[in-house]
């Protein structure tokens, strides 16, 4: 098994250090360190390891980000490593057992899949903070992106040389950039799978540089990214246009038919303005969105199926939250932007893959 380790690194401690000899034991033989812009307070780990003939140290003069690190790792790899079966990257903090890398690295040699080492959240010992981020990510995955990935925050991967330079022109530079190495399996089709590791929580994960606000803005950047593209921002385009349109339709109706009572105006004005932006917003979506080539009766049957559906599911979900959580006014309403949004997205994905298929 010819595998090299990637260890990417920002100012480490003697953690870094017990990876590395963790390592050694358990016969690895190539380990390449990213050092990325670390300060010279924290230099003496690297050259610690330096010492080792089985470890390079490849240096990045400022911060670049993870992901800028791994790429730096993957290039050097496809240059000077190229008889190698792949390689396997591990974070720095020690959370990761040299017996789970080099299982992980045994079974991405065997099956010629991309390797996720992943991690079980269901303990009481895991962070809150990456319970709670890795079940909600995990959830988007699953949902939106038709990827069932249980620990979409692990840092432990196995990937054969054969991705490398796939993986290399992946975008990103930081964070985000593992979460676009995800997306890419499904863009690219690359088999991967999952095997079990050790959860290991180390002074409550507090050495990791992960922000969870900025990089969670960053990595849901990607996946909204992902799943629009192109099509999705005309989709959102088409859905702002028909939304004015009704609008349009509603307070014109309202006043020419200012003679009918408040109860009936409000009916007759609601109904007609639906209707019309539905169909224009149907014409828009079947020609211009997702250029649909299927039968004009079938995608009409299903697209009005699927506007009844969401509209049914918006008044009895903002009711039903009304009701149980005793919600004001003002509440409900923000309630209804809440799910109407949640729906938007579900009625993108339904009408990408069942209406206009």
Known sequence: MKVSVIIPSLNPDNKLVAVVDALLEEGFKDIIIVNDGSDEEHMAPFNEVAAHSECTILTHEVNKGKGRGLKTAFEFCLENRKDIDGVVTVDGDNQHRAKDIKKCSETMVSTGNVVLGVRDFTGDDVPARSKFGNNMTSGVFKVLCRLNISDTQTGLRAIPYKYLETFDK????????????????????????????????????????????????????VIFKYLFKSTGMKYVGSSIASWAIDNIIFNVLEFVLIGLTVSLRIFISTAAARVLSSVFNFSLNRNAVFKSQSGLKQTVVRYYI????????????VYISTKLLALSIVLSGIAKIIIDLALFFVSYQIQKRWVFK
């Open 306 to 317: 699927l506007w009844f559906c969401q509209l049914a599911c918006s008044y009895a979900l």
């Open 170 to 221: 992946v975008e990103g530079e930081r964070f985000e950039y593992e979460t676009n190495m995800l997306l890419a399996f499904k863009k690219y089709n690359i088999g991967f799978q999952e095997e079990s590791i050790e959860t290991v929580y180390i002074e409550d994960n507090s050495s990791s540089h992960f922000n969870p606000v900025k990089d969670s803005i960053k990595i849901y950047k």
